[in-house]
Nanobody
Framework: QVQLVESGGGLVQTGDSLRLSCAAS????????MGWFRQAPGKGREFVAA????????YYADSVKGRFTISRDNAKNTLYLQMNGLKPEDTALYYC???????????????WGQGTQVTVSS
């Protein structure tokens, strides 16, 4: 059974940093692309960042480019999202996802975590 468990969310102030983690189990982590998505209250789920199976390719939404960094440690079966320069509009529930996708930015991933809340106060 594949499990993805996010952690690292919290309440921070504008300009602060957070690092989210996603611990994966249940299948070969290094075989799959990984992504981060988020959903703010009253809005749909949106793409944040994604990374190829070996970390060689990364993708970012324009809204986070230059502030967020996605990475993975295949030896630890863990995905990360380093978030710097946080803004109130980054407030959302952040999900990690895993899967064999052709388009990293679309929610075609086949397994999803339960999410971790990030709240940025102004």
């Amino acid at each position: 059974q594949v499990q993805l468990v996010e952690s690292g969310g919290g309440l921070v102030q504008t300009g602060d940093s957070l690092r989210l983690s996603c611990a994966a189990s249940g299948r070969t982590f290094s075989s799959y692309a990984m992504g981060w998505f988020r959903q703010a209250p009253g809005k749909g789920r949106e793409f944040v960042a994604a990374i190829s199976w070996n970390g060689g390719r990364t993708y970012y939404a324009d809204s986070v480019k230059g502030r967020f960094t996605i990475s993975r440690d295949n030896a630890k079966n863990t995905l990360y999202l380093q978030m710097n320069g946080l803004k109130p509009e980054d407030t959302a529930l952040y999900y990690c996802a895993s899967g064999p996708v052709s388009d990293y930015t679309r929610d075609q991933y086949d397994y999803w975590g339960q999410g971790t809340q990030v709240t940025v106060s102004s």
